[in-house]
């Protein structure tokens, strides 16, 4: 009876809170806490969509190749137009660009040795035929990511890739003057031709289908593969070892100053509208990497603070949770209290956070819209999976710290 009147009456005592008011902290630093958490996820979470959406916007334009690559050429003067001089670049020229501080890569640009001509229709559609010339660029100067530019002898298909000038010329100059309706995109795409090779050395012409694999604001000629161009001229070309017309040159830094000088100095020229695409890309770079990167280190400040405040909890209150653990309380009850109180404190500023930049995207979207760009409306699925990644590992890392602090107490 009297075991069982202590026991009712040891159910009956108050016991202490876990945790007292103060562990809660001031409301106004909290607060504070709470809005840079918000501005570090905003900025990290928006600079990661923004790089992604400025790549998704040149590769919605079809960027077939590297955004580093400019192509160089001879300055033409009159002394070449009268045979006095030559404007092609020689092999020792190729060299010297190749050591210069900044190329990663410099390859001539190989051109046709033989003549060639392409006929469109044909049939009942009359035919449209015109003398062309051809050039090719070497694979490692391809985005990694092309796809579709491939040739083997025996192929039925040669791929070519067309300057968008090309189809805009068409559209807005050739085809209204004859009454012809424009053709689109995806509409040239569809449509076989013919190319026509005339061996150098004389003989029968030789008959390929091709097809236009893409358009591309980077080039201002016609591209084939090189593969099919190496075995074109080797077999029906004419031996040529005056030097390359051209050269495809990647660059590190699209603004090397010793890059820029040999151009000066050998009366070079360089593709402007690549290299201030490549600048643009560093600039951009740089400038969302500094956001992502100031983010990102509020980001740690606020883990950090969090983690200093809840391990100075434990320690001021060292005794109390010795007297809840003599009490009865184990360590998970207390562990569970103190973290749910963080989490909240951390994933509440992290979805304020990811829904800022959501609610960003359709005024941008709206904006770049306008300017005859487009972007999705809401953020990308990597963008979501960032987000959802640093916050688990966040947390995990911070109950990890705190529950070794805990244990500590109670051995």
Not at 259 to 286: C, H, M, P, V, W
């Amino acid at each position: 009876m009297s075991s069982d009147l202590r026991n009712r009456s040891k159910g009956r005592t108050r016991r202490p809170p876990l945790l007292p008011r103060s562990a809660q902290g001031s409301g106004g630093r909290q607060i504070g806490l709470a809005l840079a958490a918000i501005l570090g996820w905003f900025l990290a979470l928006g600079a990661l969509q923004g790089w992604m959406d400025f790549r998704n916007l040149l590769r919605g334009e079809e960027q077939w190749f590297r955004g580093d690559m400019v192509f160089v050429n001879r300055q033409v003067k009159l002394s070449d137009s009268m045979g006095f001089t030559s404007s092609s670049i020689t092999p020792s020229l190729l060299q010297r660009i190749r050591e210069v501080e900044g190329v990663s890569i410099a390859e001539p640009v190989l051109r046709n040795h033989f003549p060639t001509t392409v006929e469109i229709g044909g049939g009942a559609i009359p035919s449209i035929v015109s003398e062309i010339f051809l050039e090719a660029i070497p694979t490692e100067l391809f985005d990694p990511e092309t796809q579709g530019w491939q040739w083997n002898p025996g192929d039925p298909v040669i791929p070519v890739l067309v300057p968008r000038q090309f189809l805009n010329l068409y559209n807005f100059g050739f085809a209204p003057g004859k009454g012809l309706p424009p053709v689109s995109e995806e509409t040239a795409k569809r449509v076989r031709f013919s190319l026509i090779v005339y061996p150098a050395q004389g003989g029968n012409p030789l008959r390929f289908t091709a097809s236009i694999a893409g358009f591309s604001d980077q080039i201002e000629s016609i591209l084939v593969p090189v593969s099919f161009l190496s075995w074109a001229n080797q077999r029906y070309g004419s031996a040529d070892s005056s030097g390359y017309n051209r050269v495809a040159v990647a660059l590190q830094n699209p603004d090397s100053s010793a890059f820029y000088r040999l151009l000066e100095d050998n009366r070079l020229l360089s593709s402007r509208g690549t290299k201030e695409t490549a600048r643009l890309q560093i600039l951009l770079d740089l400038s969302l990497g500094v956001l992502g990167s100031a983010g990102a280190l509020i980001l740690v400040l606020i883990l950090l603070l969090f983690l200093a405040e809840a391990e100075s909890l434990i320690s001021d209150h060292r005794e109390r949770i010795h007297k809840l653990y003599f009490l009865g309380h184990q360590p998970g009850t207390l562990l569970r209290r103190l973290v749910i109180m963080r989490l909240v404190s951390a994933v509440a500023p992290a979805l304020i956070g990811l829904g800022l930049v959501w609610l960003s995207r359709r005024p941008i979207a709206n904006f770049l819209e306008e300017a005859g760009l487009h972007i999705e409306s809401h953020p990308a699925n990597i963008t979501f999976l960032a987000w959802a990644l640093l916050l688990l590992l966040a947390n995990l890392w911070l109950v990890w710290r705190i529950r070794r602090r805990l244990l500590k107490l109670y051995q």
